[in-house]
């Protein structure tokens, strides 16, 4: 038995439903299985799966291997196989997701011959609900070529998925330290952490990764992400730790610039997530607490995300307005997203919204979230207490102006530009 060219990660945790069809779609033909090796972690399961893995272990002994470990997230399942992977190159698998095995079998052969840092390939999308095929080909680089780390930038190479990645096994064992446990979205921390080190890209125009989207339990969900609203802010200050410990005296701008990039992609999944949870003091605290730790940890890149990020401006907005409305009555005049955003956040910190007005006529009588939607001409007549505030996040002054022209009291009006940075 040589050397194996490829070692490919599963993280396995009770995925006793999907996991059988998973690893058949690793059995190749002919030599090929000799190869490359399959790690599978079980990661604590208390279901079938390590049923399941080791009789793929019995069949094909020389290719799938089972580590069990106690439950610590997928990041320790991708610590624990990186640590004791033997290929050439790695490449991860999600333990309810499968491979093109044919795709899988021209990856192999193409990898003999490589020797760049971070190949790219193809992968598809697996909608559960209605069977849909989305065939996902990113990044402008042309097939077969070699490129340097010195030609980086965001026109060529996107932020890299960690499904459409294949990366040099020495590359993830440098400097390597483990990935974070106990929680969601360490693969953003796992592509991080391989672009780094990286220096030499290419492309390979084949499927592989085939990625199942919707089964229960999915972080990406918006159940999962409510769930885990404070993952990806935690994935983010691990990349920034591992950036400020790397040495960066020879490191090209072109790479800094990429780098950020790909933490500010994690960065603005974070500020999202924000609004999905159901705690609204807490976020407020999560919030402030993980901005302040950015700008500690790298200022020069928080400057940037107060400068670029929607959501970051709209819960600085959101807070600042809340703590000056107080317990006092409320009008939100805007139902767009940044209006329903407002909503949730002025009732989780205990305003007292009693109604929203819109300039969408379409929208008048109905309701948003138990809250009744007003036509703007009515605001003074049936809420005259009541402070207005401009849920707009484009045409504010416009509001502002109309509200001026229904004989609104000036002080009564709370604009979102007062709380800009």
């Not at 007292?352 to 009515?378: F, H, K, M, Q, Y």
Request: a negative charge; aromatic letters at 12%.
């Amino acid at each position: 038995m040589g050397e194996k060219i490829l070692s490919i990660s599963i993280a396995a945790y009770n995925v006793e439903p999907y996991l059988e069809r998973t690893l058949q779609s690793l059995v190749c033909d002919g030599d090929v299985m000799d190869k490359f090796e399959v790690l599978i972690i079980d990661d604590g399961s208390v279901d079938g799966t390590a049923s399941i893995a080791r009789k793929y272990m019995e069949n094909y002994p020389n290719t799938f291997i089972m580590i069990q470990k106690e439950n610590g997230g997928h990041g320790s399942a991708l610590t624990a196989s990186i640590s004791r992977a033997q290929g050439r190159y790695f490449k991860m698998l999600d333990g309810d997701d499968w491979y093109e095995t044919e795709g899988l079998q021209q990856l192999i052969i193409e990898l003999e011959k490589m020797d760049a840092d971070i190949i790219l390939s193809y992968y598809k999308r697996i909608y559960e609900r209605d069977g849909r095929i989305e065939e996902i080909v990113r990044h402008q680089l042309i097939a077969g070529k070699k490129y340097t780390v010195d030609c980086l930038n965001s026109s060529l190479l996107e932020v890299i998925h960690a499904h459409e990645m294949t990366v040099r096994t020495a590359v993830l064992k440098k400097q390597f330290f483990p990935l974070t446990e106990h929680c969601a979205y360490t693969d953003d921390e796992y592509v991080f952490w391989a672009i780094l080190h990286a220096d030499t890209y290419m492309k390979l125009p084949i499927y592989v990764y085939c990625y199942r989207i919707g089964t229960e339990g999915q972080t990406v969900t918006t159940e999962g992400r409510k769930k885990h609203w404070r993952d990806a802010g935690k994935v983010v200050l691990a990349m920034l730790r591992r950036y400020a410990a790397c040495d960066k005296k020879n490191m090209f701008e072109l790479k800094k610039k990429y780098l950020f990039e790909a933490i500010y992609h994690t960065v603005e999944f974070q500020y999202a997530n924000y609004f999905l949870a159901e705690n609204i003091s807490e976020v407020e605290r999560d919030f402030e607490g993980f901005n302040s730790r950015l700008e500690t940890m790298n200022a020069e890149f928080y400057e940037w995300i107060k400068e670029n990020n929607r959501d970051y401006k709209w819960l600085k907005q959101l807070f600042g307005a809340a703590h000056k409305i107080g317990n006092r009555e409320c009008v939100i005049f805007g139902m767009g997203a940044y209006g329903k955003a407002a909503l949730k956040i002025f009732r989780g910190k205990g305003v007292s919204v009693t109604a929203c007005a819109d300039n969408d006529s379409r929208l008048w009588n109905t309701e948003i979230n138990g809250v009744t939607v007003c036509e703007p001409n009515t605001i003074k007549l049936e809420y005259p207490q009541a402070l207005v505030f401009i849920a707009a996040s484009k045409h504010g002054s416009a509001i502002y102006r109309q509200l001026i022209g229904m004989d609104i009291d000036i002080t009564k009006i709370i604009n979102n530009e007062e709380y800009n940075e």
